[in-house]
């Protein structure tokens, strides 16, 4: 009798969390691209979106006691442009966090020690001193790696925290530097050439620009604008319309509704496209020449991958942790920084008067995260688990190699 054939090696599934919230909308939208980033590499992993919000606050109770999610207050102020002032209740709330650091811990505890990934991703700052204390102190063994969503840190303790045992993804030589600088080694620090971005502004078709301008009632040969201020808009965009009254615009005002009414009401002297929430920002962008927003690194990666120069401000109203972002622009020579929007259309002659040389700047960057960042992550998995002894033996889904 021929003995029994020998099975295959079989290692547990192995579960991926990546952690987020929705203040902003750019945590959620880089959680979001990496889930896809993952599935594209095509590495077998079951990964799980985890809202820290719901964790830390699973009956809802801030949204019984004020009808809304906390997230919606920092959402509505972005809206509103009431940004001045952020940086000094950035350290308030640093203070209640490391204020409140027990309770976080034990509720995040809880939660690891139910949920038992093999790997934490978080993609928001402030919290990473619990979340990875929590994690250390429950399942010993399993990585965390932070993925900063801004091109640098703010520090003290925003993106980047002193003496815990973590990894740290980089998209850009300063945030590297500044990982280095909190005593991180290189075995810890990973580098990626940029943001992550949804797969649409890597994978857009060259389309007929012309044509597409002309059936959204544009000037097909009018130099374009587009003006993006994340995915709730801004009142800024209003005051930006009106000092561009003769600059073709397409406007993306996101979820704000009452803000694209205004600007349809609005008057004029060029072609507007006035857009409320779309999924397809990436084709917009094709049909301009030229980007017009906040420094937010989302929205500037962007624009620089679809090649549009931008214009940005700097000033006392920019989100502490989205000054850096400016500076990029300038060392990059992507485009214009102003200290006001009341200047843009200084800054609009500007750009176009030398949108070759912009644009070339554009091209000379090359943005592979979405190729990058899921390698990273692979490796810091395969690293701790080879450095294991003993697997997670006690999981039922098993995945034979």
Known sequence: MKPAALLPPCRPARTVDLVY??????????????EAAIRRAGLPWTVRLVNLREVLDPRDSFRKITGMDPEDVYNKRLARGWT?????????????????????????????????????VSLIPNFNRAMCEALASTLPGVPYVTVLTDLADHPPNFWIEKGLDQHFVCGSPRAVQQAREAGYSDDRTHATSGMLMRSAFHDAKPVDRAAARASMGLDPDRPTGIVL???????????????????????????????ARDLRASSSRAPRLVLEFTPD?????????????????????????????????????????????????????????????????EAVEELTSQMDRYRAATRGIRNE????????????????????????????????I
């Not at 920019?318 to 485009?335: I, M």
Request: aromatic share 6%; proline share 4%.
């Open 21 to 34: 919230f929705n203040a902003g909308g750019g945590h959620r939208a880089s959680a979001l691209a990496l």
């Open 281 to 345: 920002i990436a084709h917009y962008m094709q049909l301009a020449d030229f980007f017009i927003g906040k420094p937010g690194p989302g929205s500037l990666s962007e624009a620089v991958q679809m090649h549009l120069p931008v214009i940005v401000v700097r000033n006392r109203w920019t989100l502490p942790q989205e000054r850096y972002n400016a500076q990029w622009v300038r060392e990059q020579g992507v485009g214009v920084v102003c200290a006001s929007f009341a200047k843009v259309a």
């Open 84 to 120: 001045l002032g952020l940086a000094q209740e950035l350290k308030l709330l640093q203070g209640m966090i490391r204020w409140g650091h027990s309770t976080l811990l034990r509720q995040l505890q809880q939660h690891w020690l139910a949920t038992e990934p093999d790997m934490v």
């Open 229 to 259: 201020f994340g995915g709730q808009g801004s009142k800024a965009m209003l005051g930006i319309a009106k000092r561009l009254r003769d600059t073709q615009l397409i406007l993306a005002c996101g979820h704000n509704a009452k803000l």
């Open 369 to 400: 995260a979405i190729v990058e960042l899921p390698r990273i992550l692979r490796g810091i998995l395969e690293d701790s688990q080879a450095s294991t002894s003993m697997p997670h033996l006690e999981k039922s889904t098993q995945q034979c």
